[in-house]
Nanobody, 122 residues
C-alpha cells in the first residue's frame, strides 16, 4: 500500500490550492478516504472524508465551505481543493485510508501518506 501526496506549497490568504494523493497497492475504490492535517506543535486534526464512490463527503467545522474533497477512482487519486482563509490552515496535510469511518466524519486509519506541507502566509 502506498499513498503519495503532492501539490502543497505556499499560498497567500484567500488563495487556493489543490492537493492530490496517488494511491497504489490496493483496490482504491473499495475504501473510504480522508485528509488529516497536523499544524506545528499540535496533534493530528481530521479535515475531511469521502465515501468509496464519492457520493458522501464530510468536513470538519473548521474547513466546511472552504475545502472540497473529491476522488477519481479510475485514476486511483484523492483530491482536496482548499480555499485558504488564514494562517491557521498552515499544516502538514496527509491522506489516509479509512478502516472505520464514523458518522459525520473522522474514524480510524491503517495507512497514511508522507504528507505535503501547506503554508498560508502573505
Amino acid at each position: 500500500v502506498q499513498l503519495v501526496e503532492s501539490g502543497g506549497g505556499l499560498v497567500q490568504p484567500g488563495g487556493s490550492l489543490r492537493l492530490s494523493c496517488a494511491a497504489s497497492g490496493f483496490t482504491f475504490s473499495s475504501y473510504d478516504m480522508s485528509w488529516v492535517r497536523q499544524a506545528p506543535g499540535k496533534g493530528p486534526e481530521w479535515v475531511s472524508a469521502i465515501s468509496t464512490g464519492g457520493g458522501s463527503t464530510y468536513y470538519a467545522d473548521s474547513v466546511k465551505g472552504r475545502f472540497t474533497i473529491t476522488r477519481d477512482n479510475a485514476k486511483n487519486t484523492l483530491y482536496r481543493q482548499m480555499n485558504s482563509r488564514n494562517p491557521e490552515d498552515t499544516a502538514l496535510y496527509y491522506c489516509a485510508r479509512n478502516i472505520i469511518m464514523r458518522v459525520g466524519g473522522g474514524g480510524e486509519y491503517d495507512y497514511w501518506g508522507q504528507g505535503t506541507q501547506v503554508t498560508v502566509s502573505s
